[in-house]
C-alpha cells in the first residue's frame, strides 16, 4: 500500500495544481507541468516564455496494475509499489534479434519489461508525447526513428524493410524501421505537438512528401522514393527531384515541418 502527495491523484492522493494530465490511453497518462519552478534568477525569463510557447516538462506515467510495459532502455526515472524489471529477453536468438533491431533502427537493442502492480515513471521531456493505440493503424505501424518510448507488453516489435533500396538512400530513411503491431497501446516521442501533426487516411490511394517528414505510418501502406516528374527533366523543372510515396490503404501521421 502506498500514497503519494504533490504529484497526480492516485486513489486517494493529493495532486499538485501545477500538474495536467493531458492524455490518458490504457496504461499510459501523459502529464504536463503548467511551469517550470525549478529556475534560478538568470534563467527565469526563459523559463517564463518557454511556458508560453508550449515548451512544457512532460512525463509518462505507467500504472502497472492494467498492463506489463515494455520501454526504451534508460526511460525509466522511479516507481513505487510492487514494480519488477526483466530483460524482456528469452534466449541467446532473441537477444540477437534484439541487438539486431538496436542497430538498424536507432533504438536501445534492449528493452527492459517492467512488470507489477505499481506505478512506473519515465524520465521528463521537452518533446511532445504520444499515446497510441495500435488497433487503429490497419495492422501496424511504422515509426520514424528514435520516436519509440513505451508500450503495453502485448505490443510485437519487429523491423521493416524498406521497399527499395532507393527508399534508404535516396528517402533520407535508414534501410529498416520500427514496427509496432498486436494490441495494445504506445507512447511516441514527437518533435511536433499532435496539434500540428496532420493525419492522412488513405483507401487505395498515394501521398507524394517531399522529405521524411512523415513521423508514423501504417504498416500495410508500401514505401518506395520516385521522381516528382515522369522524366528527369520535369523533376528538374518542378525544382522537387525526389519524393518519398506512400501507397495502399491506411494511415499517416505527418510534420509540418522538418525535423530540426
Given at each position: ?131 497510441e493505440d495500435v488497433a487503429d493503424w490497419n495492422g501496424g505501424l ?41 494490441r495494445g497501446i504506445v507512447a511516441l516521442e514527437s518533435f511536433v ?68
Amino acid at each position: 500500500m502506498f500514497s503519494i502527495n504533490n504529484f497526480i491523484p492516485f486513489e486517494g492522493s493529493q495532486g499538485n495544481d501545477d500538474i495536467d494530465i493531458v492524455a490518458e490511453r490504457g496504461a499510459f497518462k501523459v502529464i504536463e507541468y503548467k511551469r517550470d519552478l525549478s529556475v534560478y534568477p538568470e534563467t527565469a525569463a526563459t523559463a517564463y516564455f518557454s511556458a508560453q510557447m508550449n515548451v512544457h516538462k512532460r512525463q509518462v506515467v505507467c500504472d502497472l496494475s492494467k498492463s506489463n510495459v515494455t520501454l526504451q532502455a534508460g526511460a525509466m526515472q522511479w516507481t513505487i509499489g510492487n514494480v519488477n524489471a526483466t530483460t524482456g529477453v528469452k534466449g541467446v536468438g532473441d537477444f540477437f534479434g534484439k541487438a539486431l533491431k538496436g542497430v538498424v533502427t536507432k533504438e536501445s537493442a534492449i528493452k527492459p519489461e517492467y512488470t507489477g502492480d505499481g506505478l512506473l515513471v519515465l524520465e521528463p521531456t521537452y518533446k511532445y508525447l504520444l499515446l497510441e493505440d495500435v488497433a487503429d493503424w490497419n495492422g501496424g505501424l511504422v515509426v520514424e526513428d528514435g520516436m519509440f518510448l513505451a508500450s503495453e507488453a502485448d505490443v510485437k516489435h519487429s523491423l521493416v524493410a524498406r521497399s527499395n533500396v532507393s527508399s534508404a538512400v535516396a528517402g533520407g530513411e535508414g534501410f529498416f524501421n520500427l514496427s509496432l503491431e498486436g494490441r495494445g497501446i504506445v507512447a511516441l516521442e514527437s518533435f511536433v505537438p499532435r496539434e500540428e501533426l496532420i493525419v492522412m487516411n488513405l483507401q487505395d490511394d498515394e501521398v507524394k512528401i517531399d522529405g521524411n517528414m512523415a513521423v508514423a505510418w501504417s504498416k500495410s501502406l508500401r514505401f518506395t522514393v520516385e521522381r516528382s516528374g515522369k522524366s528527369l527533366i520535369g523533376s528538374a523543372a518542378s525544382g522537387e527531384g525526389l519524393v518519398n510515396v506512400y501507397r495502399g490503404t491506411g494511415k499517416i501521421l505527418m510534420a509540418p515541418v522538418r525535423k530540426f
